[in-house]
């Protein structure tokens, strides 16, 4: 499988996530950990909902109106949905053992120099080389 090079689509985003990450800290405090939000709106909901609902409708929303503008959005999934939903569930257990997910540790962690969102971080590139390389080398997919 071949993966398309998009340096600006990169960028883009990439600057997108950091400025939602710095408004949310900036305007509530709040760290943008997609995982800790959308637990916030699972019963029992947090008494803050609302900005947890609004944040996960943007982060919806803003690739629709992108789409809907002429933008496409590259992608390919070379697995069956049984090892998608396989794949799924494994992350869910790294996020609950590792006490955050890849936004939470990997952009607003990092930024802050949180010690355990580096080594989290690490954790998560780490596991992430050794997974493509037995699934593309010797799996074979």
Known sequence: METDFTPWMSLGGGVLIGLSAI?????????????????GIIPPFSTDWAWRIAFLAGAVIA????????????????????????GGLIVGAGVYYGAGCTSGHGVCGMARLSPRSIAATVTFMIATGVTVYVVRHIAGA
């Open 23 to 39: 408004l949310l800290m900036a305007l509530n405090g709040r760290i943008a950990g997609m995982t800790g939000i959308l637990t």
């Open 63 to 86: 690739p629709v109106i992108f789409l809907r503008s002429g933008g496409t959005i590259p992608y390919a999934v070379p697995v069956s949905l049984p090892l998608l939903a396989l």
